[in-house]
């Protein structure tokens, strides 16, 4: 499995905007790059995913490099409730249906 | 609608004791995973059903895990003379298919303490 690099933590303040980085310099053609976030005391939960183009939901933006080596979720607006530990996942879409590899994630702390 | 349920919720055993733990996925979601997430430490992947073919276990740690989902709906994960290693939170997550892209929806998991 290709492998993500990420900080261990970052903090910002509420209302502010988060950039959270993630590296994955052995991408493959066919990996889709994944976000999953963990608020404290409940199951992982999805946030978004992206392949070369930058995405928007209504929870984050996924904004990829253009060599695919690196990319950044971003929070437009933290609130407390983003308080969480974020992953960085590569799922691989030729394969089926397959686990997530999660490695250690960022975990963001937002100061009111 | 209603998401994925785990129970019990909380388990405290004593070492060598045999727990079981319940996973009631989305309805009608095909894929099936428990994860093991260790203090501190990112979710790590046991095992996958799709409906009720069991068609990885590589991550069981040892022939004491055991996990079924013999409707292809509810599944349970079996521990068997359970060790202080296996204390950790046991996460619970479904998909309504089998693309690789699908989102995983999880649990609240469970936490088991062994003494």
């Known amino acids: 499995d290709a492998k993500t690099t990420q900080p261990n933590s970052m903090e910002s303040n509420e209302e502010e905007p988060v950039h959270l980085p993630c590296n994955h310099s052995?991408?493959?053609?066919?990996?889709?790059i994944h976000w999953y976030r963990q608020l404290p005391s409940q199951g992982p939960e999805y946030v978004i995913h992206?392949?070369?183009s930058n995405v928007n939901n209504r929870m984050a933006s996924l904004a990829i490099a253009e060599d695919r080596k690196s990319s950044t979720l971003i929070l437009h607006r933290a609130t407390l409730r983003d308080a969480a530990v974020y992953y960085c996942?590569?799922?691989?879409?030729?394969?089926?249906?397959?686990?997530?590899?999660f490695g250690q994630g960022t975990r963001l702390t937002i100061n009111p | 609608g209603a998401g994925v349920s785990q129970s019990p919720r909380y388990k405290v055993a004593k070492r060598g004791q045999d727990v079981a733990l319940r996973c009631d996925p989305i309805?009608?979601?095909?894929?099936l995973f428990w994860y093991q997430q260790a203090l501190g430490q990112g979710p790590e992947f046991l095992t996958y059903?799709?409906?009720?073919?069991?068609?990885?276990k590589s991550g069981l740690p040892s022939d004491r895990f055991f996990a079924e989902r013999p409707e292809g709906s509810v599944s349970t994960l079996k521990i068997q003379r359970t060790q202080q290693e296996d204390s950790a939170v046991y996460l619970c997550?479904?998909?309504?298919?089998?693309?690789?892209?699908?989102?995983?929806?999880f649990g609240p998991g469970t936490r088991l303490l062994v003494l």
């Open positions: 997550a479904s998909s309504q298919a089998r693309s690789p892209m699908e989102t995983q929806y």
């Open positions: 052995t991408i493959s053609g066919t990996d889709y």
């Open positions: 992206g392949l070369t």
């Open positions: 996942i590569l799922r691989d879409v030729k394969a089926g249906a397959q686990k997530l590899v």
């Open positions: 309805s009608g979601h095909v894929s």
């Open positions: 059903f799709q409906n009720e073919a069991q068609l990885d």
